[in-house]
């Protein structure tokens, strides 16, 4: 699952690492879930997530994934701009 995130008060990079990292870890520790920062890493306003997480079948990460974006809409102010998911 890749999310994209803006954020349009961050105004420096600490801010947004921060605010990554307390998304990455909140992200790990509820679901259990590989998670890193993907992508746009040198702009202060756009972040890019990406976790992996198994499933035994397709309604399971369906589901998974609904409660991730769940999650990161009660977890983060950031804004939630585009969400993927890829299931294989």
Do not use: Y
Request: aromatic share 6%; proline share 1%.
């Amino acid at each position: 699952m890749t999310l994209t995130f803006r954020a349009p008060w961050c105004k420096s990079l600490k801010d947004k690492r921060s605010l990554v990292k307390r998304l990455v870890m909140g992200l790990r520790h509820q679901f259990n879930a590989s998670v890193c920062e993907s992508g746009h890493q040198q702009m202060l306003t756009l972040m890019e997530i990406q976790l992996a997480m198994l499933a035994f079948d397709r309604a399971q990460a369906d589901s998974m994934g609904e409660q991730v974006l769940r999650f990161v809409e009660r977890a983060t102010e950031a804004e939630l701009v585009d969400s993927q998911v890829e299931i294989r």
